[in-house]
């Protein structure tokens, strides 16, 4: 297994003295496939650290973005050029490689490694905010997104903004190395893998990107293509600001999928989600709420036998996921209820494996 060197940044970007700080989200990048037995090796770690920090939600300020590529062997279904195009930009010669804010890190680490390697990520202030919206309509299946970073101080040097739309979840049973399951896998960016370049920024100027791109899903999508294993409203743009000199990342956002279509079924809560649905070890459970709420999370079997729960407490606003681990449930059908003083909504979501 090729193990990356970690790289030490120099000083590339020229910042005003007083510059304004910011919560940084972190950012690891993950390059792999799903022919390659050292991956599944990362993975056994590296995994367990991302649900352990809860990355890719709003509250963790930790984000993921796996890239699949085209070796050893015939290489993953998912691989398509802006993942070539990431893993020439990061001088990748070999996987797995996994890179933390632009930092290579040892892919031989321990789960303890890796998530604190995560937990540091997210430590380092920012000068930047980034917001946006990614609206999903299934109707016309498309894709619309608009960014908006905001840069606190001035800066001077050379930069990329990345546009990346990566899915939650899939299953790839023609995995050769007993790793069926991908998570945060990027599917296409925008404007490309190389991201768009800027040489200033004017504190307090924001600068805007929108997209608007077409989509399909087949069920294993083409190699080389840019489709989607399942509904794209399991997947999530992930926007982040890259030094092209130092390969810092400055910042990173996590950005929710929407639908023009959607009814909301409560106030309190929208976009609950339920991911893959069949579940086998692990079942995801997402929500967005646009102020403070206070709820409380139960999962029972069809009896009505309780088999996990989130006891009353307060949400912030924003996203949040829970990962539940659902390999030792019994086959069969189970529901998933949020219930909170305005109101409750219920999921059906089935157990098989």
Known sequence: MLKPLLLVAGISSVFAASAQNVQRNGLAEEFSASTCHPC?????????????????????????ISYQMDYPGTGDASYN?????????NLVLGLPTLRINGQGINTSSTQAQLYTALDTSRNKPAHMKITGSYEVNLSAQTLDINVSVLP????????RVHVAVVERHYTNPANTVNMPDYYFVMRRMFPDGKGKAEYSWSANTAKTYHYNQAFSINNPPAQGSFDFWGNPLMSDVIVFV???????????QLILPRSPLSVHETDFAQQVLC??????????????NSKPIVCALQMTDASGRLMYQVEEHSFAA???????????FPKGLYFITLSSEQGRMTRKVVIDR
């Open 242 to 252: 890259q030094d092209s000199v130092t390969r810092e990342i400055l910042q990173s």
């Open 275 to 288: 991911y893959p649905n069949p579940a086998d070890n692990y079942l995801y459970f997402s929500f967005s």
């Open 81 to 89: 050029l802006h993942a070539q195009q990431r893993h020439d930009y």
């Open 40 to 64: 599944k090796d990362l993975y056994d770690q590296y995994h367990p650290a991302l649900v352990s920090i809860n990355a890719n939600d709003t509250s963790a300020h930790v984000n993921a």
């Open 152 to 159: 606190l101080t001035n800066l001077t040097g050379k930069y």
């Open 318 to 328: 924003g996203v949040h996921q829970y990962a539940i681990p659902t390999g030792g």
